[in-house]
């Protein structure tokens, strides 16, 4: 089965800009998760969508934000890019009682 | 979530057991273990996760201490496609509609050497 898809794979923008990133779950997954990544601070978590609702948040500023549509898939934009936004943005998904979660490849974003 | 202690890095020979430690005393009764790795620039990939008792899957196996505060996965003969950063978090299991949040931390770099 497919597994967590991520488009686009990379991005390259400009401080100022704004950006949206997609991710589609497994089939039947209805919990989707995003997090970034940098050298600097690690894996960090973004927030959580369950039934179109965000269920649970990050600490990050709220140029950062996302929404989830009825079949599950999410996406995220980031408004007013910062060089610091620079950083490997992760999708995860996971089903009701399963303690496993399934994460995408990734969408690396640069900003310049 | 307790926080957990991992060594930054560790290094094993191809072929042998890969044993890799986690430190979580202040984990809470309710708390699993779970343990991911993420191999460079990929997302990260879930292992094993377990309460109190030793688990194994066709990945790994995970032992945890009778009193829960710390815990060892095991590659039972590691190849050199496991060098990665191995995560170990605690956590309480998520409800339906929340609690999915998983919080990393450095992890441990795990280098298989020909």
């Known amino acids: 089965k497919a597994g967590v898809t991520q488009t686009p794979r990379y991005l390259i923008k400009t401080r100022g800009q704004q950006v949206t990133l997609s991710c589609s779950p497994i089939s039947g997954h209805r919990s989707v998760s995003w997090y970034q990544q940098t050298p600097g601070q690690g894996l960090q978590f973004l927030f959580e969508y369950f039934s179109e609702t965000q269920r649970n948040k990050g600490n990050f500023p709220g140029r950062f934000s996302g929404r989830q549509f009825s079949n599950s898939r999410s996406e995220m934009n980031v408004s007013t890019l910062e060089l610091g936004d620079s950083a490997l943005y992760l999708c995860a998904s996971s089903r009701r009682g399963v303690h496993e979660q399934f994460f995408g490849p990734g969408t690396r974003l640069t900003v310049l | 979530d307790a926080k957990t202690t991992q060594p930054p890095s560790m290094d094993c020979a191809e072929g042998r057991a890969a044993n890799l430690p986690c430190n979580h005393s202040t984990i809470s009764g309710n708390e699993y273990v779970y343990w991911y790795r993420q191999i460079h620039s990929q997302g990260p990939q879930y292992i094993i996760h377990?309460?109190?008792n030793n688990e194994t899957n066709e990945m790994a196996s995970l032992i945890i201490t009778e009193d829960r505060k710390s815990s060892t996965l095991i590659l039972p003969h590691a190849t050199l496609r496991d060098t990665a950063v191995y995560y170990c978090?605690?956590?309480?299991?998520?409800?339906?509609?929340?609690?999915?949040?998983?919080?990393f931390g450095e992890g441990t770099q795990l280098t298989v050497n020909p």
């Open positions: 978090i605690v956590r309480a299991p998520g409800k339906e509609t929340s609690g999915s949040r998983l919080t």
């Open positions: 377990g309460l109190k």
